[in-house]
């Protein structure tokens, strides 16, 4: 069996939540910034450390088996790879934005004007698809100072929480696509049981995110009201408690209506409710 290479950013945006999955995933190595490669002590994987625009080719080309990058930096390679599992980090939106005192109103106002980014491949293809004819100035960094010194009418950047564009006087104008880092392979690996086992490592630790191991307390006549609140997962645990009239119920709650799942709870009759993190959830 061949060793298999995964390769994720060296620095950056997308290192540190790389470098933290892979750990969650049990997967020991030394994440020494100076090396380029590093060795899996206990599983067959070696983690290449490159620069994210790289990344796409080698998983391509074969160099490395599988690959965590932003779907925005696939889109502009033009690579063909597949797309394995979305990792919900790294979101961000690549956005159209434009001087607060600018006269561009309406898509149709792009027509003629200069756009800056170093996106020119996306951009383009948004372009042709809205009728939009726009001279492309592809730039390889600080974008969002190209209008202020007189270099482009717009931008087309990436953006998460809007304050780069704040501070630049710009203000976002339309979407392009939105991006999150997502792993990737290469069609026709010969390592595909190997790959097949990360993909279930990686998928256990963001489901495992995604929800919180819940006890409670409540009172034997108040349980069916509990219960009916409970989301799926099988049925919940119920324990017997000292007390007879009482039963702890033991579940999990996914944790994006977490807090209203917990009032609804709270109303029904449960009471002393301990949250935990959960580690992972193998299926
Ligand atoms: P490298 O040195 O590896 O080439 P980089 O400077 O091109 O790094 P980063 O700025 O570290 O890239 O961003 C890496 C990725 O993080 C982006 O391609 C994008 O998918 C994602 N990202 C998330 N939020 C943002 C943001 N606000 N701005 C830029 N990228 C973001
Ligand atoms: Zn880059």
């Known amino acids: 069996m061949k060793t298999l290479k995964i390769a ?9 939540k790389s470098v933290e999955l892979l750990k969650n995933c049990g997967l020991n190595f030394e ?25 796409p080719e080698y998983v391509q080309d074969g160099i490395a ?30 956005k159209i934005a434009v001087p607060n005192n600018t006269n561009i109103e ?12 170093t996106y020119p491949v996306i951009l383009k293809k948004h372009l042709q698809e809205l009728n939009i004819d726009a001279d492309i100035r592809t730039i390889s960094g600080s ?49 595909e049981d190997l790959i097949q086992e990360l993909i279930q490592r990686i998928q256990s630790v963001l489901r495992a995110k995604e929800t919180k191991y819940v006890v409670l307390n409540v009172l034997k006549d108040n349980l069916e009201a509990v219960i009916a609140l409970l989301p799926g997962v099988k049925s919940p645990s119920v324990v017997p ?16 209506d977490f807090w209203d799942r ?15 993190p959960i580690e992972k959830i193998i299926l």
């Not at 994440?31 to 790289?54: A, G, H, Q, T």
């Not at 309406?106 to 980014?117: E, F, M, P």
């Open 143 to 191: 974008v969002e100072i190209s209008p202020g010194l007189g270099l482009a009418d717009a931008i087309c950047d990436l953006v998460s929480t809007g304050g780069t564009l704040k501070s630049n006087g710009l203000k976002a104008f339309s979407d392009v696509m939105s991006s999150e880092a997502v792993l990737i392979g290469r069609k026709g690996s010969e390592n």
């Open 8 to 16: 994720i950013q060296k620095s950056g945006r997308l290192n540190e």
């Open 65 to 94: 088996d599988l690959g965590i990058v932003g779907e925005n930096v696939i889109q502009e390679t033009e690579v063909e790879v597949s797309y394995l599992q979305k990792l919900g980090f790294g979101k961000c939106s690549l």
């Open 31 to 55: 994440n020494y910034k100076s090396s380029l490669i590093s060795p899996v002590s206990n599983f067959p994987l070696e983690i290449l450390f490159l620069r994210d625009d790289d990344i």
């Open 262 to 276: 917990i009032s609804q709870l709270k109303q029904a009759g449960a009471q002393g409710i301990v949250v935990m």
């Open 106 to 117: 309406t898509v149709a106002d792009l027509n003629g004007r200069s756009i800056a980014t």
């Open 241 to 256: 408690l000292a007390e007879a009239d009482w039963v702890a119920v033991h579940t999990v709650i996914p944790e994006r």
